[in-house]
């Protein structure tokens, strides 16, 4: 009677250790399997933001350069490196590239669209913005306030929209030049990867 409880509780104390070690191996796996997912989902949200400050250019989508005439890139895209704005004495990112050139030199359509809206505000003056489709935006700031379009209106590519011009108060210091910024299902990516700015 004695040799079976001791028999009894040994096995208790047996199986009550391998509970335990199984216990252990659960926990140590599910901590594991937590680090590399949360090392997975922060090396793919850092892939997202290179995506958006470095050209791919393996899109089929080739955009027109949207100034017809000479033009220098006064900006280039910029996510997270910071740029100096001279207008506001600060420096910020520059999600969008900035060319310069004459006052009314020729905006173009980068692409064949419909344009969503024109409008003005204080900061950015008078703001053109084209719905390519496949959830591609180009928005055009800073141009001239007579500009040759209207909501609604079909564009082709390479159309002429507008013309360069001066009223983006928070750039009036700076040449005139228009300001381009791609969105790309609503996030702002750099433009060269859809337009060849060396293709003057």
């Known amino acids: 009677m004695t040799a079976t409880i001791i028999r009894n509780a040994t096995q208790a104390e047996k199986m009550k250790r391998r509970a335990l070690a ?26 997202k933001d290179k995506e958006t400050d470095m050209p791919v250019g393996n899109d089929p989508i ?22 100096y704005n001279v207008t506001l004495n600060r420096w910020e990112a520059h999600k969008a590239t900035s060319l310069a050139a004459a006052l009314g030199t020729p905006v173009l359509a980068t692409y064949a669209g419909t344009v969503t809206s024109v409008s003005s505000n204080n900061s950015y003056g008078t ?3 084209i719905d390519h489709g496949d959830g591609l935006r180009t928005i055009y700031s800073g141009v001239d306030a007579n500009v040759l379009v209207s909501s609604g209106d079909r564009i082709e590519k390479g159309q002429r929209i507008a013309s360069v011009g001066r009223t983006a108060v928070i750039f009036e210091k700076d040449p005139p030049h228009v300001h381009i910024q791609v969105l790309r ?6 433009p060269a990867q859809y337009i060849d700015f060396s293709n003057k």
């Open 22 to 47: 199984v216990g252990s191996f659960l926990v140590v796996m599910i901590l594991v399997l937590g680090v590399a997912l949360t090392t997975f989902l922060v090396v793919g949200n850092k892939s």
């Open 62 to 83: 080739v955009f027109a350069v949207p100034v017809g005439g000479q033009y220098s890139i006064m900006k280039e895209f910029s996510a997270t490196e910071l740029q």
């Open 127 to 129: 703001v053109i913005t």
């Open 185 to 190: 299902n609503g996030v702002k990516i750099n």
